[in-house]
């Protein structure tokens, strides 16, 4: 039930936009009854120590995201066939009007891990569109310039596996030498700058090469 009210709200969110504002004041608050049971129902989100589930999508990736990831083609994607040390996670959804604020700092870090050689092959960043079809990640993608991949996860089984966070969730995730995935950050709402996220980051590839 509380799927599809999700589904429904951020499938027809566009048109209510353009609706008169009591349609708009009704699908908010509808939206909200629902998105709080929904979120509250569920297990906390992960944190900083907690393992990391392997997450499985549909998506077909460019040649150029493929390469980044570090991964062949195929019909489905595992996480765990992602190629590096560090993921940097970005869990939101395109309706939302928060999330947008994050993107210059993600593509900030994703250009930084294709150019510095202390990130170059470590790190991947990657978000995961909750409740989105592919149409409206690449519109999402073009109206906001992004050029990290995005993920979809319109049935929202990533979403529930990861303790169905608001957003925007980001998440640090560690892989050490016999391929166990743990959360080393996590992060709730917007990030003010850069700074925070790239001195974590450069923290956990100076420790011991014990996940290398």
């Known amino acids: 039930m509380k799927d599809r009210a999700l589904r429904f709200w951020f499938e027809n969110w566009r048109s209510l936009r353009n609706k008169k504002p009591v349609f708009l004041l009704l699908g908010i608050c509808l939206f909200a009854f629902f998105f709080h049971g929904f979120v509250t129902a569920e297990v906390k989100p992960p944190g900083a120590g907690d393992p990391f589930p392997d ?38 959804n395109t309706f939302c009007t928060s999330c947008p604020r994050n993107v210059p700092i993600f593509n900030d870090i994703y250009l930084k891990s294709k150019k510095d050689p202390s990130l170059k092959g470590k790190i991947r960043v990657i978000s995961i569109a909750i409740g989105n079809t592919s149409k409206e990640v690449e519109l999402y993608r ?35 030498t016999q391929g166990k995935y743990t959360v ?29």
């Not at 073009?142 to 169905?164: C, M, N, R, S, W």
């Not at 974590?200 to 100076?206: E, G, S």
Request: net charge positive; proline share 6%; aromatic share 10%.
């Open 55 to 92: 997450l499985i999508f549909k998506d077909t990736l460019s040649k150029e995201q493929r390469l980044y990831l570090g991964i062949p083609k195929k019909k489905s994607l595992s996480f765990r066939m992602f190629q590096g040390e560090l993921f940097l996670l970005e869990i939101f």
């Open 142 to 176: 073009k109206e906001q310039k992004v050029l990290y991949p995005i993920l979809t996860d319109y049935e929202f089984a990533a979403h529930k596996a990861l303790g169905t966070p608001r957003v925007p969730f980001t998440i640090i995730v560690e892989k050490d």
């Open 184 to 212: 080393a950050y996590s992060h709730q709402g917007v990030h003010e700058n850069i700074d925070e996220i790239m001195c974590k980051i450069r923290d956990l590839l100076k420790q011991p090469p014990s996940r290398q």
